[in-house]
């Protein structure tokens, strides 16, 4: 039994290495730097374009990652479509997880236990101090000018189911929320669901999720669908048979897809 504290640490940061692996192999000249606790100050723009509207995208990683580490993503989008997009990819603040015995890495709120399941607890006094600090960041960029319809939010793992509940709580319709191997962060009976607007019911989701995933469990991530719909909720979900707990090339491909369907045109 002794033994036993250094498994579940090891399974735990796996979460992330999978995931930064594929970025690397997207971009081999990209480095790994350490992480800041703050970096939602830090923004990425691509160059601005008259012809092409404004849009942004925030990409929120899994636990332990780091926002740098993930920035590779934009690099995929080469459409024009995405010419006047400003990035934002920050890092979690660290704090002690439940999973990994208490030990310090970054994230973005506890996670009490690995694998999630669908009926895994949560912390949902975490989750919404970090939902608040997600919509202070929507509430600037759509402040210097961005329509709310071209705001997408996006996350993979514990950044995909804070993703799930940044977009269900903030009081406008933006363009989507993309979840990337996530669950629900909160329960079905939770006063959370009193607090979601009809605006916020129309932004749309979209729900991809690994069939072979042993960390965030297929079965967390099919049981998102059902409760977005009881809600009044739209999503659109893809499962991927042979995938673990990573994102594929397949995966941010769609993505990109899925974006330029809902990008609102320049005025």
Partial sequence: ????????????????LSSAALLVFLSPQTQNPSHTSSSFSTMSSSSSSSTVARS???WLHGLGDSGPANEPIKNLFTSPHFRNTKWLFPSAP????????????PSW?????????????????GLLKAVKNVHATIDKEIADGTDPKNVFI????????????????????LGGGAVFSGWVPFNSSSSITGQITPEAKRTPILWSHGI???????EA???????????????????????????????????ESWIKARLQSSS
């Fill in 1 to 16: 039994m002794k033994f036993m504290p250094f498994i579940k640490p090891i399974l735990v940061f796996s979460l992330t």
């Fill in 56 to 58: 942004f995208v925030l």
């Fill in 94 to 105: 660290d704090a002690p997880v439940t999973c990994n015995y208490g030990h310090v890495m």
């Fill in 109 to 125: 709120f506890d996670i009490h236990e690995i694998p999630v399941t669908a009926d895994s607890p949560q912390d949902e006094a």
């Fill in 154 to 173: 996006c996350g993979f793992s514990q950044g995909g189911a804070l993703t799930l509940a940044s977009v269900l709580l903030y009081p406008k319709t």
């Fill in 212 to 218: 072979v995933d042993r960390t965030v469990l297929f």
């Fill in 221 to 255: 991530g099919q049981a998102g669908p059902p409760f977005l719909e009881k809600i009044g909720v739209g999503c659109e979900f893809k499962a991927y048979p042979g995938l673990a707990h990573s994102i594929s090339n397949e995966e941010l491909r769609n993505l």
